[in-house]
């Protein structure tokens, strides 16, 4: 029912700028916090940037201040901003979504991911 779809992927060269997009569809009652995880082979997951319903951003310390979360939330969709990119920053990104649908099912969605490769 619920599906979050990611877009705005590809390669970009060392310091140069990359959006993606996260578009949420399905019938919601609301959505809680959404973010941005991301991830290389052999590596855990994890958190880039999230932003709470409430608008608050937090980011991980290697993007702090180059990365920035966005969010529409009466077309629940939200984006990063990414500039300055490092090859360090090369990984499959993922949306992120904490979902009431109706029914008042409460749970946590993904998107399928992107790839963002960063050359040097």
């Known amino acids: 029912q619920v599906q979050l779809v990611e877009s705005g992927g590809g390669l970009v060269q060392a310091g140069g700028s990359l959006t993606l997009s996260c578009a949420v569809s399905?019938?919601?009652?609301?959505?809680?916090?959404m973010a941005w995880y991301r991830q290389t082979p052999g590596n855990e997951r994890e958190s880039v940037a999230i932003?709470?319903?409430?608008?608050?951003?937090n980011y991980a310390d290697a993007v702090k201040g180059r990365f920035t979360i966005s969010r529409d939330y009466a077309k629940n969709t939200v984006s990063l901003q990414m500039n300055s990119l490092k090859p360090e920053d090369t990984a499959v990104y993922y949306c992120?979504?904490?979902?009431?649908?109706?029914?008042?099912?409460?749970?946590?969605?993904w998107g399928q991911g992107t790839q963002v490769t960063v050359s040097s």
């Open positions: 992120y979504a904490d979902v009431t649908t109706n029914g008042g099912y409460r749970r946590n969605y």
């Open positions: 399905g019938i919601i009652i609301s959505i809680g916090d």
């Open positions: 932003m709470t319903s409430g608008r608050s951003a």
